[in-house]
């Protein structure tokens, strides 16, 4: 069954395309290599040793994503594709809401126009805001998205719902928590672009010399040691997760099946856990000061992902510190690369 994958090199897309492959799914990706490396690629088929078919554009060119449904018979997308820096989106909002939009209406209406179903979004915690109790279920009221990256994921939800029930269409949103690490073989991993906004990339460049410090954005939240909580999900047993709700998509017969699921680990580390077990795991120093809290930030947010355990057999079960060490690990493989 050949499954589309769209924004497949990015840093979550690429380890979901290796477990497709590993599971005998056939993959055809298209991303415009914005936020990605064409040797991403190779690096799947090293790992795989399966080359999936790949085009380079932007989805935004309908014509040519026309000429992909003609050429491949596809049941089903992940799609991936879109823009993530949630600091970017709020001086470039057109940018963000032309590209997270657009992109994913014109696979849509390609899926309407060739009856097909099964469709997966990545979606975001953000779009729960600051929750009023921990943990998060997908029960939680929904706020309206700080970010305009956030309000895409919130726009991209309702656009699927709609689609879902219009349409008679099978579709599961994605909620992730704080994806983290890369791939064992450490082949694969969250490439660099300029400065980092995330925590984990900032500390993994932090301890390798490229930043002098970390900046911790806040230790007066109330929270035990003052630093924000957030919930750490491993990127491969996230990507896991999208071919368990692929799986159940694909069996099931309800034709207007929509589900959402929270993927976290259920469990939240505060800021300065991360970096002690960053440096504990890879027996490196991360020098740090503490600087006032960052605009837009959250106290805490980690998930209860019971409903993704129950009904997709699926739970995250890789440890922080295991996943920090891939990380490490990557940081190393990119040196080796100049990268
Ligand atoms: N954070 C930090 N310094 C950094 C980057 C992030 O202290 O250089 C904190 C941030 O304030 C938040 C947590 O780390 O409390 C996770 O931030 P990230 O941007 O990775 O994810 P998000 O805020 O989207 O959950």
Redesign the pocket.
Known sequence: MSILVTGGLGYIGSHTVVELLNNNFEVVIVDDLSNSEKFILDNIEEITGKRPIFYPFDLKRKELLEQVFDAHHVEGCINFAAYKA?GESMVKPLDYYENNLFSLINVLQEFKKRNISNFIFSSSC?VYGQADEMPIDENTPLKEAESSYGKTKQMGEDILKDFSKAYHKKVCLLRYF?PIGAHPTALLGELPSGI?????P?VTQTAAGIREK?????DDYPTEDG????DYIYVVDLAKAHVAALQKLINTENETALDIYNLGTGTGSS?LE?VKAFEVANDVNVPYQICP??EG??TI?YANADKAERELNWKSETPLEEALKTTWEWQKYLRSRDL
């Open positions: 949630v953000t704080n980092p906004n995330n925590l984990v900032y970390l900046s911790i954005w806040g630093t924000a909580i957030r800021v991360v809290r960052r930030d959250i947010a």
